[in-house]
């Protein structure tokens, strides 16, 4: 894993790079997305690996999912990745170039796990305190574990702010045992 996220890091930055210059930055966040989900397919990853596949036919696959997505440049930028044989880094590639595009924006996503759904009203308290905290516009990507009793755990970045119920027992176990 290590290895394909250092491998997939110098093509992100190069596509970064030229989306940042055309200001296209969002264009190719959805583009890297549906090619990602797309090489994801195990049905794609065998026409990826195989031999009886060129690169052209492979690359046209992916031009017809990515639909009105694909551009002269993305052609070429998947041209390089299939001559390199880095088409299946996709997913990584995506990933490290959405980091690079909140680094930018100055945004960020955190992910809030609450034992109960969360309502609009905490949603937008928790975004505005992590805004305050962080300096940035926030995404907020939300799930329920009812294991946490109570409470959230927010990840943002490096950031990990545990809240939950469950999390403040243990620290109560450890500091009492």
């Avoid at 996220?5 to 210059?21: E, L, N, S």
């Avoid at 999912?65 to 590639?93: H, W």
């Amino acid at each position: 894993m290590a290895e394909a996220i250092t491998i997939a890091r110098p093509y992100a930055h190069a596509i970064f790079g030229i989306a940042d210059d055309k200001g296209e930055l969002k264009a190719w966040s959805e583009l890297l997305t549906v090619l990602a989900q797309c090489v994801a397919q195990p049905e794609v990853q065998s026409i990826i690996s195989s031999p009886a596949d060129s690169d052209e036919q492979v690359i046209g696959l992916l031009a017809n999912v990515s639909g009105k997505l694909m551009t002269d440049d993305a052609n070429n930028f998947l041209a390089v990745l299939a001559e390199n044989n880095r088409l299946q880094l996709l997913a990584d590639i995506a990933v490290i170039y959405e980091e690079l595009r909140e680094e930018a924006e100055q945004m960020i996503t955190a992910d809030v796990t609450s034992a109960l759904k969360l309502t609009v009203k905490q949603e937008k308290d928790i975004s505005a305190a992590l805004k305050k905290r962080l300096g940035r516009d926030v995404t907020l990507n939300t799930s329920v574990d009812k294991t946490l009793l109570g409470g959230a755990i927010i990840r943002a970045g490096d950031t990990i702010i545990d809240g939950s119920a469950l999390g403040k027992l243990n620290r109560l176990a450890n500091a009492i045992g």
